[in-house]
């Protein structure tokens, strides 16, 4: 069992979910593929960074991320940074040779997103996009139904990611809410997840016919540099302005000859992180609602008359992933146990000499339909969705 040693850069919200899952991974999946060793991370400046380095477990700490990628010692980059930086890091660690996984979006643009591709595709990196959510036991699920054509043909996907934490206009205005840096608002950071749930369940997109709406155009400008989403709360004061959208919603053509929609939004009083999934096809359907994570809805055509009707599956020992989770259907995950199946993932990868999914070509497929949408919401019609040669 091989020690990988692990140079994160970020110490914010992505840095705990991503040192959490590399200390625990082993306790879930053991034997491992390989140990992670959290050997060094990088911060902003080097009080933040030696702080995140304790409070993560990390053996050093720097204020410098360029140093991550000249140390030979280091075998894995984790990104974990606003998104503006997503590219640079990526390209100086792909050059360097080190493995990769870069936290969602994979970059602001579809044109950042290719020269993060282009670095590594003639490579024998790993690299790795952090769609977390498809690793959710439940949604494993649905893919292994739809595979075993227990619906038949996918006719039509319904997704949803609602939030309400920025539905506060004096919440602060976070890097999320300048486009500089986040590249969009909810589009990038939320509706990009079901995005890939949609490629990932149904197939690729051709075209999409997109709404965008900012409804609170200025909020008050933020002290410090944390991303507090939405938990910090100001009076009166200066105020910035807010240039991403706050919802989109997007009607979707699949290759396939499907058809769909998404709807995203962080601005949904009461929703706090309602992921959603409706999948209908010619032999049945299938449902899921993260916040009901351990469970899928399923309804079968083939049911007789009398028994016809949604029922409900809840996840564990035999289903995906369930031999390394815990051992009663129910007990229960969490938004962490989908980050510890991700490092098993990366790193089971990385040890075997393979590769995994979702990876830096998924992550720029997905940014030409986000480059899509925000065009089509421009220009109010529908616009096709290029493919990318992989």
């Known amino acids: 069992m091989k020690n990988l040693n692990v140079g994160l ?37 080097e009080e933040l960074a030696s702080e995140a380095a304790r409070r993560f477990g990390f053996e050093k700490s720097t204020s410098d991320w360029r140093s991550i990628i000249d140390d030979p010692t280091i075998d894995v980059v984790d990104i974990a940074t606003p998104n503006h930086l997503h590219a640079e890091i990526a390209i100086a660690a792909a050059q360097a040779g080190k493995h990769i996984i870069c936290e969602k979006p994979l970059a602001r643009t579809g044109e950042e997103s290719k020269a993060m591709y282009d670095a590594v595709k003639n490579t024998d990196i790993v690299h790795m996009v952090a769609f977390n959510y498809r690793r959710t036991p439940a949604v494993a699920l649905a893919k292994k139904y739809i595979e075993e054509g227990a619906i038949g043909r996918i006719t039509n996907f319904r997704g949803t990611y609602l939030q309400d934490w920025s539905a506060d206009p004096n919440s602060p205005l976070s890097w999320r809410f300048q486009k500089s840096i986040a590249g969009s608002g909810a589009l990038g950071d939320i509706a990009t997840h079901v995005i890939d749930m949609a490629r990932y369940l149904v197939g690729e997109f051709s075209q999409v016919n997109a709404l965008m709406s900012t409804w609170i155009p200025e909020r008050p400008l933020q002290s410090g540099g944390a991303d507090s989403l939405g938990k910090a709360r100001t009076g009166e004061g200066p105020k910035g302005a807010v240039d991403v959208d706050d919802e989109v919603m997007t009607m979707i053509r699949f290759a396939n000859g499907a058809v769909g929609s998404i709807e995203a939004t962080r601005n949904a009083h009461g929703r706090n992180n309602f992921i959603t999934f409706e999948i209908h096809g010619t032999e049945g359907s299938i449902v899921f609602n993260y916040e009901r994570r351990d ?68 992550g720029y497929q997905t940014a030409l339909i986000d480059d899509a949408i925000i065009e089509s919401a421009e220009k109010d019609s529908w616009v096709d969705v290029p493919l990318i040669d992989a």
């Open 295 to 362: 469970e899928l809805q399923v309804s079968f055509a083939n049911d007789q008359a009398d028994r016809r009707g949604f029922r409900t599956v809840y996840t564990g020992p035999n289903h995906p992933y369930g031999e390394a989770l815990w051992p009663i259907p129910a007990l229960g995950i969490g938004y962490g146990e989908t980050k510890i199946i991700e490092a098993h993932d990366f790193f089971k990868a990385i040890a075997e000499g393979g590769s995994v999914s979702p990876n830096f070509a998924d």
């Open 9 to 45: 850069i970020g110490g914010g919200f992505m840095g705990k979910a991503h040192s959490l899952a590399y200390a625990a991974m082993p306790m879930f999946f053991w034997p491992a593929p390989a140990l992670p060793v959290r050997a060094v991370i990088a911060e902003a400046t």
